[in-house]
């Protein structure tokens, strides 16, 4: 799995945009690299639902925060970056609700789904 297959999907492009084309994508390589190497030591114990959980929403976030640590950003600015990615990932999921919610009977299959 990689970072664009992620509730992250779009990483790669905004830190191009945010950093340049030369520090943005080692940023992003960074990230990648340690994605895979939480994707490859990590225990899910067995559980489809945690290992969904780790490799789609926290292992990407904490790849990105490590890469910018590891870049020397302090604490607080890396911080910041990740929160504005995550709020957008979040933006993104709220309108595909927002969608799902406009249709007749959607909430009563998901529930029952649920």
Do not use: W
Not at 7 to 35: H, P, R, V
Not at 86 to 114: C, D, H, W
């Amino acid at each position: 799995m990689k970072l664009s297959e992620t509730t992250l999907s779009f990483l790669e492009m905004d830190c191009i945009q945010q950093f340049g084309q030369e520090s943005g994508k080692l940023i992003f390589e960074q990230a990648e690299n340690i994605y895979q190497g939480l994707l490859n030591n990590a225990d899910y114990r067995n559980n489809p639902v945690i290992q969904n959980h780790l490799q789609l929403k926290l292992f990407p976030t904490m790849a990105y925060y490590k890469a910018f640590r590891e870049e020397g950003i302090k604490q607080n600015e890396a911080l910041k970056y990740v929160r504005n990615e995550t709020y957008k990932a979040a933006n993104i999921q709220k309108e595909e609700m927002k969608k799902l919610g406009s249709m007749p009977f959607a909430y009563t299959f998901y529930r029952l789904g649920v």
